[in-house]
């Protein structure tokens, strides 16, 4: 029901900056940032609330920012520091259930394509 792109990825050296961006078709009330490694299990990245309330994975604190612009349907990661770590494809998902929090990994039932995020040292 709920469609999403992402945007941003590509190859950066270590201790750079990328900017993700993830444009939905329609309002989603918790939003979030995964990714897969290859030979890797998809895992979290970081989710946003409606009032823009971030959650993140310990692997990325300090360093990733999630953000929302409620008014373009659009949910960013900003993404500093990289490590050679953080090389994977970035998949943007959503859900709109009302049951669970959005600071967890769970519930996500829209994804997006993905977009590739390659570090090298």
Same mark, same amino acid.
């Given at each position: 029901q709920v469609q999403l792109v992402e945007s941003g990825g590509g190859s950066v050296l270590a201790g750079g900056s990328l900017r993700l961006s993830c444009a939905?078709?329609?309002? *989603? &009330?918790?939003? #979030?940032?995964f990714r897969q490694a290859p030979g890797k299990e998809r895992e979290g990245v970081a989710t946003i609330n409606t009032l823009t309330s971030p959650y993140y994975a310990d692997s990325v604190k300090g360093r990733f920012t999630i *953000? &929302?612009?409620? #008014?373009?349907?659009?949910?960013?990661?900003q993404m500093?520091?990289?490590k050679p770590e953080d090389t994977a494809?970035?998949?943007c998902a959503a859900?709109?259930?009302?049951?669970?929090?959005?600071s967890t990994? *769970?519930?996500?039932?829209?994804?997006?394509?993905?977009?590739?995020?390659?570090?090298?040292?």
């Open positions: 939905a078709s329609g309002y *989603s &009330r918790c939003m #979030a940032w *953000s &929302r612009d409620n #008014a373009e349907n659009t949910v960013y990661l500093n520091s990289l494809m970035y998949y859900h709109n259930s009302y049951i669970r929090s959005c990994w *769970s519930g996500y039932n829209y994804w997006g394509q993905g977009t590739q995020v390659t570090v090298s040292s």
